[in-house]
């Protein structure tokens, strides 16, 4: 056996090191200057849809609607205060008459719309004023709408129509109750001034004008009152609308409450109601909010819902892709691509696509002008690379789903009429071909208007305007996943490109997209998604839908390149799509010929888990990308290599359960306790560790494994010597491949649970992937170090009873599998052994909490009690580790978040929405490493920022640690000073083809 303690030679880590971001370099500010720069995406938070919080400041997503049935990593944002929508409804004479074509009333049929959408709110405040020329009253004020529901409906059910149409006065007297001014024409039920119900920085406000007819005559009145701060009035369409688009356009972009911390401003939208008015719009238009037309109470239930939806959410971004140059693989190309969403209170959330530049390590617009404002917003004159106009950070506007067509080439799979087995892909073109089950429907009448809409016919008129014909330019969102980049070809003498991005949402939609133009190539959705395409279209539920939500693998290998040329060309391309929430399904699919007009890609195979008697029966929902290993064996007579797709046995969502007591009674089928290797042309079983003896390594693994293995190529032989594992109740494994075997599924020489991270009694959750790296605690040493931090990621805002931790595991067995004293009658050679601890009983048991030094900021430990490694409580209640962390030069970078204090009064956003926070931690002992000038933390932003990441664009100064749109140089973030840690970075190889 080897001396454990020998001197490191070349180690890889795979998959390889540097783990390039795709997000560009920004300089991270000095403390101050962030604390600044905070405050303003506070202001953009507050603002909401009336200007959207940047996608790219934000990436994450903001859920108001408390009612939404969600168990995810949004949730903090549902905490945020419900918007305040003031409805100001139009009781004029005309709302008496009847219409061509209906029964009864405009009146009524307002009334009847209004009613149900009362119901159906949640989460929302709302109050009713009405206007005629007699009369402007505030009915009912802005409050909570369930708990105040039955005198809302009293209100609505009190307005008589007569008399005419001030629209301008209305809208006046509206905005002098949201600003808490004095009435004009109403009344106050509070005294001589209106109570405001905007008590907050953070509020989102909101005034939504219903109208039938054009406004009055000239008020000049209004005229007086508006044009001194907002004027000076031009000319409009209807002259009794004269200073409306000015007042609106004041109330979008005036702080309304100077006595409210922050800039409060107050978004109007518009409903014309048997009305088709250019200057209603225009009015909607400037006050930054929506307008549509309607005609029933079936019209102004859409008129409605699409205004709140635009009211309730705000935007949010995945992380871009972006590849690694065709000629030079150490440096990257220069193109972003970014998958945006827009949450809604409803499943049918809005998605897109979109491509900016990096130049200079800023983020840049089609014209090459820096794509941030001075808020940090997305500039509203901002321009996509795909954008003909400004598109700025409107989610609908520019990008792929601008360039969608009424006939996209849309592929299935599905069974053709009644056959029972699914097909090759084939191109729909009638949807006759297609059962009317297939799709949850029960009649071909439901399922011509599914198939329409996937094609990307508005069939479900989403936009309100009565138009069912009309190209819907839809795409999907893509929450949990970004899109991914292929070269395909590439002509060295020439800039010469063929590139296509993939990317799939949660409608299950995949879509190839032209890099060059942004125009769709083709799309395919799996048959046993077929389902939620219904869900997206009658947009009915208010739980959001998942399909494929999880992230995206790909696989590639190129031709050789000739003696002469360096011209690049794809010889193969695989893609791995995963559900995340959405299913327990994986899906391969060749995308080689993805470029090709006929036959441009084909199934591969399907992986269905959870299904009793499969292969594949413990097989959870798919949280986790595969990962291509290389595994040798045969060795050392005819040493063969083969790639295999490794992956982790997904999650169960049981485990969301916050009192859930551990150790959980597995699920019999789909709970996830389980590691595989599959083929990754055929997505046959090949290997798979786990409880049962269906598996080829029995292992009594317990819980859920959401994350992919790390795999360890000790030797640098290009394959694979050990995985490192990690499950969702913190038991850390590890397996020991056997290069001997005969054959791949004889790999598993051994394997054991080598940690448990809970006490008995705790049930603190691991849902990041472990950062293993090999590091020394004094020359000529070697361990692994296995880094993971617990924190429940399915409810951020959540205090958990014992507080959190980072651990660092240490594992000597670095050079061989780890053995003890206990001989193998059949081999002669001592066994195996994961139970690193010898007690004083002479047992050996695994590695536990009490077993590593807890860090002390007062004490120093020494190497021995660091033998097995160390933990670090965090310091504040709920306090969580939501992302995977980083380990660079023998710091660990570590970004944390902090939950909004429930105890707290909110006066600003910053008490709702929480915060993360950046800390450099020495990988020996856990001691604070960020330089002086930020103290124990830095602040990176409000709310759950996204991964960060180690960059090496390979200029000058060495690596960048990126977060989000912030970036800063490693070492001057690194405080070195007294550090005894030898600095070691992570190495690997690129093969060559």
Known sequence: ?????????????????????????????????????????????????????????????????????????????????????????????????????????????????????????????????????????????????????????????????????????????????????????????????????????????????????????????????????????????????????????????????????????????????????????????????????????????????????????????????????????????????????????KPRWDGNVKKYRIRDGEIVDADNNPLLDADGVVAESSRSLWSKTADGESILAGGMAARQSAERKWYTDAPIGNSVSNNSPFLVTDASALAPNLFDVATAAERDRLVSWVRGVDSADADGDLNFTEPNRYVADSLHNSPILVSFAARESSSFRSEAIFTANNMGVVHAVDASSGDELWSYSPWELLPNVKAYVDNKSESHIYGLDGEILLHTERKAKSATSYD?????????????????????????????????????????????????????????????????????????????????????????????????????????????????????????????????????????????PIPVDIDADGGVDVLFGSDIAGNLWRIDFSKEAAEVKDLAIAGGKIAALNLPGETLRFFNRLDVVVSGLTEGTAAFSLVMGSGMRSSPTYNESEKNRLYVVKDAWVFSRPVGKTIDPATKLRKSEYRYVANENGKRSIIRPQNLWQYSATATASNGEREYGFFKVLSETGEKILQPTLTHSGQIFMVSFVPPDPTAVNTSCAFEIGESRLHVLDLNDGSNRLASRYGEHLRVGPGVVGNGSILDTGGKGGADFVIGLNSEKVDDLIDTSGSKMRRMVRTGWLEKQ
Request: charged share 20%; proline share 6%; net charge neutral.
């Open 1 to 345: 056996m080897k001396d454990r303690r020998l001197k490191i030679p070349q180690v890889t880590v795979l998959p390889s090191p540097l783990r390039r971001s795709p997000v560009p370099r920004v300089a991270i500010l000095e403390q101050d200057k962030k604390v600044q720069r905070m405050n303003r995406h506070l202001v953009a938070l507050r603002r909401l849809s009336q200007r959207a919080l940047s996608p790219l400041v934000a990436g994450f997503a903001l859920s108001l609607t408390s009612g939404m049935a969600m168990a995810d990593d949004t949730e903090v944002y549902r905490a945020l205060s419900g918007p305040k929508v003031l409805f100001v409804l139009d009781a004029s004479g005309s709302m008496g008459w009847s219409d061509k074509g209906f029964s009864d009333s405009r009146m009524a049929r307002m009334k009847r719309a209004m009613s149900q959408l009362l119901r159906e709110l949640r989460g929302i405040d709302v109050g009713i004023m009405d206007f005629t020329s007699h009369r402007l009253r505030l009915l009912h004020p802005v409050a909570d709408v369930e708990s105040n529901q039955a005198a809302l409906q009293t209100a609505l059910a009190n307005i008589r129509a007569g008399g005419g149409t001030p629209t301008v006065a209305a809208l006046y007297e509206a905005s002098q109750y949201m600003r808490g001014e004095r009435p004009y024409r109403g009344k106050s039920p509070t005294g001589t001034s209106y109570t405001s119900p905007v008590k907050q920085e953070c509020d989102s406000s909101h005034i939504v004008l219903l109208t039938d007819g054009v406004p009055a005559q000239r008020d000049d009145d209004i005229v007086n009152k508006v044009s001194p701060n907002y004027g000076p009035c031009g000319s409009t369409p209807d002259v009794g609308g004269t200073c409306g688009a000015e007042l609106a356009g004041g109330l979008a972009n005036t702080d309304q409450r100077a006595d409210l911390p922050g800039e409060n401003i107050i978004t109007t939208h518009a409903i014309g109601f048997n009305l088709r008015s250019d200057w209603l719009k225009g009015l909607a238009s400037a006050g930054g909010g929506v307008y549509r037309d309607a005609e029933s109470s079936q019209d102004l239930l859409v008129a409605f819902d699409g205004i709140l939806n635009s009211v309730a959410f705000s935007s949010a971004a995945s992380a871009p892709s972006i590849s690694v140059n065709s000629f030079n693989e150490s440096r990257h190309q220069d193109e972003l691509y970014y998958a945006f969403y827009q949450p809604y209170r």
């Open 568 to 708: 690049y060309e794809i010889e193969k391309a695989w893609m791995y799509l995963t559900q995340r929430r959405g299913g327990n399904s994986l899906f391969a699919m060749d995308i080689t010929n993805a470029m090709s007009s006929t036959n441009p890609f084909k199934v591969m195979w399907k992986i269905h888990g959870g299904v009793d008697g499969t292969d594949f029966r413990d097989l959870g929902q798919t949280w986790a990308k595969p990962e291509m290993i290389p595994i040798r064996y045969g060795c050392p007579l005819s040493c063969t290599t083969r790639n295999v797709l490794m992956f982790g046995g997904g999650y169960n969502p049981i485990y969301d359960e916050k009192d859930l007591a551990f150790p959980v009674s597995a699920a019999n089928t789909g709970h996830g306790n389980v590691i595989y290797l599959v083929d990754p042309e055929t997505g046959e079983l090949i290997w798979s560790a786990g409880k049962g003896k269906h598996h080829d390594l029995i292992l009594p693994m317990n819980d859920s494994i959401p994350t992919t």
